[in-house]
């Protein structure tokens, strides 16, 4: 069984920035599709970014703040996040090996959820 553990959240003021990891339990277990997500209260869960080998996909709604990037052992990946907003406010996840499209929460594995508040 493989888990993925998040770290990296915290609260940050407004333009701040902020980077999330997110490791595999298992060294051999290859982060090739990961996405992250957030929700936050009373919403449900979005699509924040994905890492699908060597492509990157992001939501509009972070397109040029947020960069993902992969670590040199492979089994971590980074959520690098600038310029945050209030609306960033949320406890974002992180998910791997998706079963359907990389934007759907429809993963195998998922971590246990970092959270992020952005207030000045």
């Known amino acids: 069984q493989v888990q993925l553990v998040e770290s990296g959240g915290g609260s940050v003021q407004p333009g701040g920035s902020l980077r999330l990891s997110c490791a595999a339990s298992r060294r051999a277990f290859g982060m090739h599709a990961v996405g992250w997500f957030r929700q936050a209260p009373g919403k449900e869960r979005e699509f924040v970014a994905a890492?699908?080998?060597?492509?990157?996909y992001y939501a509009d709604s972070v397109k040029d703040r947020f960069t993902l990037s992969r670590g040199d052992t492979k089994n971590t990946v980074y959520l690098q996040m600038t310029s945050l907003k209030p609306e960033d406010t949320a406890l974002y996840y992180c998910?791997?090996?998706?079963?359907?499209?990389?934007?759907?929460?429809?993963?195998?594995?998922w971590g246990q959820g970092t959270h992020i508040t952005v207030s000045s």
């Open positions: 998910a791997a090996d998706p079963r359907s499209n990389y934007y759907s929460p429809e993963y195998n594995y």
């Open positions: 890492i699908i080998e060597n492509g990157t």
